[in-house]
């Protein structure tokens, strides 16, 4: 199956870590990589290749994987957090696809 | 680094067509695959297709392969969308984004501001 699934939201307190999944049948033999979108901008790289994390997103993002589950941490999450989450992959065809996206509130 | 500015809001009415613009500035797309995702009203992303700017060939997502051509001017500092036979599902921010053809660490290293298309009668 192409299909990546996200919980709908997440909340945490400040200073919580939070966890986002995203389930996939292909996970296991394709990269996962997370997109942070705030309220009406671009969508924002946060996480690629599973666990990297590109120049200039700071070090309490990181990803792991175990089996067909990504997982996005966000580690001590700050309020500038809040936003929507969305996982990307690609299935055994090359076929691209997102998942649908995970609300993550810090409050 | 390669910024990517697109063209502004449109509207149309259901069965027409809408055109993007995607135009790089601090390199030519050349070098770089230009993707185009979608998303509609309150909704997640979908992958529409994506253009190789060496060969410029395209490939399309089967959901809109046959409505969805993906183009490049000769320069190819512009990258264009063009959409047919619009229906109101087809209201969406869509976006541009690009990445090196030869060392990008992701599809989608560097993304437009999007375009809002409305279709409304």
């Known amino acids: 199956s192409a299909e990546l699934t996200q919980p709908p939201s997440v909340s945490v307190s400040p200073g919580q870590t939070a966890r986002i999944t995203c389930s996939g049948d292909?996970?296991?033999?394709?990269?996962a990589y997370w997109f942070q979108q705030r309220s009406g901008q671009a969508p924002l790289l946060v996480i690629y290749?599973?666990?990297k994390r590109p120049s200039g997103i700071p070090d309490r993002f990181s990803g792991s994987t175990s089996g067909t589950k990504a997982t996005l941490i966000v580690s001590g999450a700050q309020v500038e957090d809040e936003a929507d989450y969305y996982c990307y992959s690609t299935d055994k065809t090359g076929r691209r696809v997102f998942g649908g996206g995970t609300k993550l509130s810090v409050l | 680094q390669v910024s990517l500015v697109q063209s502004g809001a449109e509207v149309r009415k259901p069965g027409a067509s809408v055109k993007v613009s995607c135009t790089a500035s601090g390199d030519t797309l050349t070098n770089y695959a230009t993707h185009w995702v979608r998303q509609a009203p309150g909704q997640s992303l979908e992958w529409m297709g994506w253009?190789?700017?060496?060969?410029?060939?395209?490939k399309y997502s089967e959901r809109f392969q046959d409505r969805v051509t993906v183009s490049r001017d000769t320069s190819a500092t512009t990258v264009y969308m063009d959409m047919s036979s619009l229906t109101f599902e087809d209201t969406a921010v869509y976006y541009c984004a690009t990445s090196k053809i030869v060392g990008a660490i992701c599809d989608f290293d560097y993304w437009g501001p999007g375009t809002m298309v409305i279709v409304s009668s």
């Open positions: 292909a996970l296991p033999e394709k990269f």
């Open positions: 253009i190789n700017g060496r060969t410029g060939k395209a």
């Open positions: 290749d599973d666990t």
